[in-house]
């Protein structure tokens, strides 16, 4: 942390790193090591890289009660998707894990860069839209390929999504998280079997496991 500090910031170097730091965690889930599922194993990474992201480059003053709070407001958010929708990619394909864990980091992230509860929830339904429709591609029934390069993408979008929701005005935003979450969950119940983590469909059966 203390060299990536001493470095000088530019956006590609940011993108990086976030990247570095969400891969790097969910190669340590895919190599057995022990991770904390966030909301899920194979959505671990985008949490963690966004904090870090906040501890590194954001605020080099921040201490155990901003971990926290940036934690709490994450959970509170993945309990509100998995009481009304789901956080399991077999149910609801990979926009369940990655979409949702990236709604939960944007919240967080919202929450320590001093936006309003309000905010917080613009951020998190920001970063759900734009994961809704994703489909799982276990390629050889692997579920960690591609699952480890989209926590790398989730951990950016909530990154931005927490940007976008800064400069907002919440009274004027037109979709609101619940009706996000809905349409999730109502996208999740029609999506085809073969497109969640059943290696029938996707990437699973294009992409031969001889290949990778």
């Known amino acids: 942390m203390a060299t990536i500090r001493n470095t000088e910031v530019k956006f590609r170097e940011i993108l990086k790193w976030?990247?570095?730091?969400?891969?790097?965690?969910?190669?340590?889930?895919?190599?057995?090591?022990?991770?904390?599922?966030?909301?899920?194993?194979?959505?671990?990474?985008?949490i963690p890289a966004v904090l870090m992201y906040y501890l590194?480059?954001?605020?080099?003053?921040?201490?155990?009660?901003?971990?926290k709070k940036f934690l709490m407001t994450a959970g509170e958010i993945g309990?509100?998707?998995k009481k009304n929708a789901t956080i399991s990619a077999a149910m609801g394909g990979c926009q369940a894990e990655i979409g949702v864990s990236s709604a939960m980091a944007a919240a967080a992230l919202t929450e320590l860069l001093g936006g309003s509860v309000a905010q917080c929830i613009v951020a998190a339904e920001i970063a759900m839209e734009h994961h809704l429709g994703l489909t799982c591609d276990p390629i050889g029934g692997l579920v960690q390929i591609p699952c480890i390069e989209r926590n790398a993408m989730g951990a950016i979008k909530a990154i931005n999504a927490a940007e976008m929701a800064l400069d907002v005005n919440p009274k004027d935003v037109k979709v609101s998280l619940d009706k996000v979450i809905h349409t999730m969950w109502e996208t999740a119940k029609y999506m085809h079997k073969k497109y969640k983590e059943t290696f029938e469909g996707g990437l699973a059966v294009t992409v031969r496991m001889v290949d990778c």
């Open 18 to 46: 976030v990247s570095c730091f969400a891969l790097s965690v969910n190669e340590v889930n895919a190599s057995l090591g022990r991770v904390v599922t966030a909301p899920t194993n194979g959505s671990a990474g985008v």
């Open 79 to 81: 309990s509100i998707f």
């Open 56 to 67: 590194v480059i954001e605020n080099h003053e921040a201490d155990f009660e901003h971990i």
